[in-house]
Every structure is written in C-alpha cells, then in structure tokens.
C-alpha cells in the first residue's frame, strides 16, 4: 500500500527553532530551524519510506477564519525574524529532497492537510501520516490516517489513531474540536469558556458528548459552572467553529505530483554545504556528486611525469620555470595528517613527487628541498597556510609563495562555502578537475590509488593553480582589493604558520590536577544535590530531574514539554531563587562541561614531542573575515565563569624566564562603528575616553553618570553589542530576559539618542541595494544577493547583513593587520618574543622578561595604529606568569 506523509511546515518548523540553539553558518544565516526539520526528514525518509511526500505551508497572516473574528490568532507574538529568515531556506531545501510543497492564500496548513487526508480516506488504498505540533490535528485521526505529535521539540512523536485517542482521552477524534471549543486555546486566540481547563472539558464530554450538547444540558448544571457556560455559550459555538479544520480547499494537484521518487542528490549537497550542515554531509556520503548538477567540462590535456629517482635531475633542471604547486596533504589537521606528494607546474610539463621520495634524504633530493625553501622563487600555491605547516613538521620551511587561488577565491567571494580548488578551476571555466573524494574516496573509505592516478590526478591541480593566477589577478585588481590581499591576507598567512608551528606551551600536570579538583568538586555538588533533594537520581536525566523539582519539591513549573518537565539552562535559571539545589544542578553541568570538553579534551591535543598545542588558524571560514581556530579551538576556552578562566592558568611560557602577554583591543567594534556613522554622541564617548556602556545608559535613559544603575548599564551594554550584530527585538528580550515589547521600544530609543548610526544604517542598507554589495575599510567585499528580493524575510536578512558587515569586518580587518604589522616589527626589533595566539580581539605574546618592558610599549603601539580612525583605537595589556596570570 502507497504511504503518503503530510507535514505541517509552519509547526515543526517553529518548533524546530525553539527546540535548538540559534545556529548559522558563516554568513550569519541563521539555520537551526532548518537544521532540526532536516533531521526529521531524514529519520522519516528512513523510517517510514515513503512513496508520496507534501509539506504545506500557511500562506500568510489572514485566513476566512479572520473574516468571523477578527482577533483569531491575535495573541501571538509577531514571528522572530531569526525564524523568518529561515522559511525560504527551508523551501529550498524541500526542493532539493524532491518533496512538494503547498501553501494557499486564506488558509492555513491545517486546512491544506485536512482536505488531502479526507481524499485520502474517499480513496481507501493509501496510509498517511500527518507530523505536527499542533494537538488540533487529533481531530484528522482515521483508520488510515495516523497523527504523530511532536514531543522534546522534534526528537520524538507520539502517534495517535482512534483507538489511541479512545485509550488516552475517552474521546472520539471528532470530539477533539469540542474539546477545544470548550476550553479554548490561548496560543490561537480561541477563547472557549473562561475557567474551563481541559480536565473539566474532559469531563463534560464524556458526559454531554459535544458542544451543542453541553449547551442544551446546563440544567443539569450547578453553581458557576452553569453560569459561565450559559453566559459563553456564544463563544463556545464560535470557539469549536473556529477549531474546525476546514476539509474543502481547492486544490488543483494530483496525486501524481505528490510522489516522492527520493531526494536529489547534487542540489542536496549543495543545500547542505551552503547551510554549512557539515555533520549531514558526512553523513549521507555524497562522495562524487558534483555540487551543482551540471556536465563537467573535459579535462586538461596535461603532460604529467612521475619522478622517482631517474627522473630527479629532469625536475632540478625545470625547478627555474615552475610558476605554481601544490602540496596534497592528507588529513583536517594539516599539524597531524601527512603528505602525499607534490605536484608542480613548469612551462608545457607537470611534475609529481611522491613525498616519500623527499623523506628519503637522498642526496639528490637536496636541490629540490633547498628550492622549496628559497625566498627568491615566486610561485602559487594553493592553500599556501595549509602546506606551509604539513612541510614544517617534515623539516621543510616552504618559502617564496607569490599567489594563493583559494585566498583569492575567499576574498572575491567570502559566502561561497566551496572553496576546494576542483570548485573554483569550475567557476572560472578551467578543464575539469576530478574532486578529491572520486580519486582518494572519504573518511573510512580513503584509498591512495596507483601511483601513475596519483600523479595526474595532483598535476591536473598544479596546472589549475598555473591557469588561476591571471584570471584571479585581474578580478582582485579590478574590485579593488590588492591591497587587503597583498598586503594583509597573503602575508598573514604566513604569520599564522608560523604563531602555529610555535604552538603555546601547556602544564599537563596542572591541566590533571585542574581535572582532579573539578572531579572532586562535581563529587561533592552531586552529595549536595542528592541530600537537598532526599534521594540519589541521575543528574544528566531530564526526566527524574523534572520529577525530583516539579513533583517531590514541588518547584513552579516553567516550562513543559509534550513529554514532561523542561530542565534546560533558561529553566533552571529562573527556578533558582526558589530553590538552593537549582544552583548546585547548573553548577555541576558547568563544571561536568568544563572537565569533558577542555580538560579531557585539551590532554588529548598536547603534542607528546612539544609539549604544546598547536591549533590550525582557518583564514577562509567566515565571511566577515574573522579567523576561526581549529584543533584545539583556542578561542572557545570560556572566560564569563571564574572555572573556565582558571583553564588559561595551564597555558604557560616555553622557556623559563619568560612571561605571558596580553593585549586585547576595547571595544573594537564599537569604536568602528562610531567612526563610520560619524555619531557625534559615541564619538565624543570614545574620544573623551568615558565607558561606552555607561554613557548610552545616560543617554537613553536620560540621567546623570551617578544615576546609571548596574541594570542600565547590562541593557546599554546588551544593546550597544546587539546593535553592532543587527540584533532583533526577540534576540535582545533573550538576552535581558524582558518582553520583545521592551526590547523593541528600547531599541527605539537608542536609534531616537543616536541619530547617526540610525543614518548610518538607512544609507549601507540603500548602498548595498545599488551595489549588490558592501565593504569594509579596507574593500574586503560581501555579496548580498537577496537585499532586493520580494521575499520579506530574505531582504531582511540581507540588510541587517548590511548594516553589520562594515563593523565586524573592518574590526577583522584591523587585528589581522596587526598581526602582519606586529610580526615584522619583531623582527625589525631583533626581539624574542613571540605572538602565539589570536582569540577574537586579543593577541596573545611569551615574552623574555627583559622584554617585557619594551613590549608593553611595542605592542599597543603598533595595535593602536595598525589602521587609523576618527576615534582612538585602545589597547589594554597585561603580563603574568600563565595566560590566565596576564588578563
């Protein structure tokens, strides 16, 4: 028998955003709704396999029910534009799954749904399963149709059909509609009968059967109960009418357009890898789909040569016309995986070197390994950072680099989630590259084929990177942006190697006794838990940590899920005054976090033969031009809690006699900001030196400094930031725990006091609309293909994209440049000292201690300098024996 799948998509996809943190990729998209309705798919896909497939969607705000009461669904809070943004994503995804969609003006999904289900039932010969949130739906239950609730958020579904229904509520799935006519339902509007809960309407049902028959038994009634039920008989009828789901849309598709023949796989990879679903992509396997779906153009007619050691003296002797290579490393972490092989680019010849013929030390091998290390050549590489760290852990300091097409792909376009060279030789019409994954296969399925495949397949590379460097030269030249890439990128490239290679030393035996105290610490929260609660219970379970709090201490119930109790972090914190355990619980799954995450975790990234960590700076990540850090992720150690701070402890100087040196930027993007809106207000501020924070506490509030209180300043400070992030009026009520009402009027008072950013942002969001475009100071580009787009939440996203990009890119702009500038101040100095690290505004030095002095005057000065604006860039520097020592 055909089985058909019905979702409702405004439901689980809201529930999906609830459910799950607000996730995105690294072009701010926000994805976690996307994300949790792509899991459900998946396990439904699996699980139910079927044949026939529709998502249906609400087509607007207004419905025929609005036409009877105008007020129908008037209670609800406007939807987060966090959400919103993410519905044409989503469609587009349904797209590449090969799954229809439908959506009608004037009715909603229930009543799309409920039409194809009555069909469905007509037809006979068809199971169908409706996925909702929406108890509404119980009403739909047949013999044939099956609802399935969703319950924790999307992770689990409880399915009803009518003897399930019978079971749990002794209620037919007709009687589901009086039940909501009876007691009402606020999240919709419906008002039911004031007072009448569901136990009470349960009750009555199975009493009187229906609406119409309560109504013609109140006689039989006592008390106020038949008062309120005389007096709101009205709104009873009108309540059950308005819950009605509507079985009669007219809709003009067939079942044949409903067939689901399986999703598809290159416009699914190429959904997964725009959306940045990395784990989905490792997952499904897409090993060998062409992302864009297109015909491939024909290969390059290449001469490849296999050199061993008969053909060494051909390479030595064509080593003077190489122009481009590429060092093929095996592996994420270039700091652990290890090479393959060179391949390199000379005139009409490719040449490929097997890299065990480097490491075999031969003396005929020195002529190529001196070349690699000469800073008189000039050639591409692709990747450059990447094969500048593999070679330094194989002895070889790789030197000379004069272009690198994947930096140049990055900053042409920084949204472009596939920056592998196969991608860019395709977007430049080059010969056709095979990916990696159809040569060498994925993650367990990696196989290094024949050595002759190798080697056309790595010369075919070389000779891409050759082929990239004009077209590339040109296009950066003409968006006006050599400079950002000759004079920041390409250098801070290898600057990072090199702050890599160095690595920063870690105290394993005080990372382990830090690992003790935080076990002994867990052990004696957990003693403390389980005598406040009068019994011992798993701690890591939801469901017997909801019973311990809500049922044995009878705490107030915040929040409830279709399953049980909520414990997540925004409970627990709102439950904490009422009770001394909540704080023992949030304590313990802090420190639980701490000991998995960064102390287990950061034991296993000490290099056994440093002694240090290294981790992997990534340049082409995120399209703000903000770094990111790999293996271990150094920039994540957290800092807001005295636990997470006391992890910087471990993290000491290589040598003895040395000191850790801090030197963080404050307030970069802020005073960024003020130097492109030119608002006279924040530049005063910042130039008469004042707290940022505190002076917009006075100035939307209007009242004297001594008058700020420390609220003020935690809602200046939340707006100051989320301003800067083109926060919502739903992301600033998270943050300060107020009404979306209050957030938005403050932040209208904000704009109302500082005139010139309101300007500032009306004038990028006008420019990116002309242009396509915006740039920071230094032009680093971002495309902005939907700031004209109908669609309202897509435009949307696109002009707070706008309005933010200028700031944290330029505040990226200026720390890299920094870096750049402070790496050859030290060597124009003759110092020792070394930059280690870069952890968002921070940089981070191991300094000789009789360099200490002369540093803290050093580094500020070239941070402070490294782009000049209209307000005074500071820099706050510390020293101490350990990092945590120097904040």
């Not at 037919?172 to 009402?184: A, E, F, N, S, V």
Request: hydrophobic letters at 40%; proline letters at 4%.
């Amino acid at each position: 028998m055909s089985k058909l799948i019905l979702i409702d998509g405004n439901s689980i996809a809201s529930r999906a955003f609830f459910a799950l943190p607000l996730l995105s990729n690294s072009s701010g998209l926000h994805t976690n709704a996307v994300y949790g309705f792509t899991t459900m798919l998946l396990r439904l896909i699996d699980e139910q396999k079927p044949t026939h497939f529709l998502v249906a969607f609400d087509a607007g705000k207004a419905t025929f029910r609005h036409k009877d009461y105008a007020e129908y669904k008037g209670g609800r809070a406007k939807m987060p534009s966090e959400l919103g943004e993410q519905f044409p994503l989503l469609k587009d995804l349904l797209r590449a799954f090969g799954i229809s969609q439908f959506e009608l003006e004037g009715y909603e999904a229930d009543d799309i749904i409920g039409t194809i289900t009555r069909v469905a039932d007509e037809r006979g010969d068809m199971e169908v399963v409706v996925v909702t949130g929406d108890k509404d739906m119980l009403q739909l239950a047949s013999e044939k149709v099956k609802i399935a609730l969703t319950r924790k958020g999307i992770s689990e579904v409880e399915l009803f059909d009518p003897p399930y229904i019978k079971a749990k509520y002794d209620l037919t799935p007709q009687q589901i509609i009086d039940l909501k006519g009876l007691m009402g339902d606020a999240s919709d509007n419906i008002p039911g009968i004031p007072g009448v809960g569901e136990k009470t309407a349960l009750k009555l049902l199975h009493e009187f059967e229906t609406v119409e028959g309560v109504l013609s038994h109140t006689a039989e009634l006592k008390g106020k109960m038949r008062e309120k039920i005389e007096q709101h008989a009205d709104d009873a009828r009108m309540s059950k009418e308005l819950a009605t789901i509507f079985r009669e849309v007219p809709m003009e598709t067939s079942w044949d357009e409903l067939v689901y023949n399986g999703y598809q796989g290159p416009a699914l990879a190429d959904m997964f890898r725009k959306l940045e679903f990395k784990s989905l992509l490792e997952k499904m396997d897409f090993a060998g789909v062409d992302a864009a779906g297109a015909d491939q153009p024909p290969q390059a007619d290449i001469k490849a040569v296999l050199v061993d050691q008969e053909k060494l003296p051909e390479l030595i002797e064509a080593l003077a016309a190489v122009d481009a290579l590429h060092v093929e490393v095996v592996g994420d972490n270039p700091h652990a995986g290890y090479i393959l092989g060179i391949a390199l680019h000379s005139t009409d010849v490719c040449y490929y070197v097997p890299f065990d013929l480097v490491k075999d030390g031969a003396a005929e091998i020195e002529p190529f390994k001196a070349w690699l290390e000469s800073a008189d050549k000039a050639v591409a590489v692709f990747d450059q950072h990447r094969a500048e760290v593999a070679l330094h852990w194989q002895g070889i300091c790789l030197r000379g680099t004069s272009f690198d097409p994947m930096l140049a792909a990055y900053l042409l376009d920084p949204t472009e989630s596939e920056l592998a060279l196969s991608g860019i030789a395709k977007k430049y019409a080059l010969p056709a590259l095979q990916p990696d994954e159809d040569v060498f296969g994925k993650g367990a399925k990696f196989r290094v084929p024949a050595a002759e495949l190798v080697s056309e397949h790595l010369c075919r590379k070389a000779h891409a990177v050759h082929s990239l460097v004009e077209p590339m030269k040109r296009d950066l030249e003409s968006n006006e942006m050599h400079r950002l890439y000759y004079d920041l990128e390409l250098p801070l490239a290898a600057v990072l190697a090199s702050m890599e290679q160095k690595g920063i030393k870690v105290d394993r035996e005080a990372l382990k006794e830090y690992g003790s105290e935080l076990a002994g610490r867990l052990e004696s929260i957990m003693k403390s838990i389980y005598e406040a609660a009068g019994t011992e219970f798993n701690i890591n379970s939801p469901k017997q940590l909801g019973e311990i709090l809500f049922e044995k201490l009878q705490l107030p119930v915040v929040k409830k899920t279709k399953t049980g109790y909520s414990t997540d972090a925004e409970v627990l914190e709102k439950l904490e005054p009422y009770h001394p355990m909540v704080g023992h619980i949030l304590l313990y799954r802090t420190l639980a976090k701490l000991q998995s995450t960064y102390v287990e975790g950061l034991l296993k990234e000490v290099r056994p033969d440093t002694g240090k960590v290294h981790t992997y700076y990534r340049q082409t990540i995120a399209a703000t031009g903000r770094l990111s850090s790999q293996y271990p992720n150094l920039q994540n150690i957290p800092i807001r809690l005295e636990e997470g701070r006391k992890i910087r402890k471990v993290f000491t100087p290589s040598k003895p006699g040395w000191s850790m040196l801090t030197a963080d930027y404050s307030q970069i993007e802020l005073r960024v900001l003020a130097h492109i809106s030119q608002d006279e207000k924040l530049m005063e501020a910042f130039v008469n030196d004042m707290d940022i924070h505190t002076k917009t506490a006075m100035d939307v509030f209007g009242v004297e400094e001594s008058a700020v209180d420390s609220n003020m300043r935690r809602s200046a400070k939340a707006v100051n930031f989320g301003i800067v992030y083109g926060i919502s009026d739903y992301g600033l009520s998270q943050n300060l725990n107020i009404t979306r009402k209050e957030a938005a009027s403050f932040i209208e008072q904000y704009f109302a006091v500082f005139k010139g950013v309101r300007q500032y942002m009306d004038e990028i969001v006008k420019e990116a609309r002309q242009n396509g475009y915006v740039t920071t100071l230094l032009h680093r580009r971002r495309y902005l293909p939907e700031i004209n787009a109908s669609n309202f939440n897509l435009r949307s996203f696109a002009e707070r994209t706008a309005m933010n990009t200028p700031i944290q890119g330029t505040a990226a702009d200026i720390i890299k440049l920094a870096m750049v500038q402070m790496d050859e101040r030290l060597k124009q100095e003759g110092l020792q000292s070394r930059m280690l690290l870069q952890v968002h505004d921070e940089l981070v030095f191991e300094v000789p201690n009789d360099e200490v002095e002369i540093m803290t005057t050093i580094v500020p000065d070239v941070m402070e300098h490294a782009l000049e604006l209209g307000v005074p860039l500071k820099v706050d520097v510390d020293t101490g024996a350990n990092w945590y020592e120097a904040k």
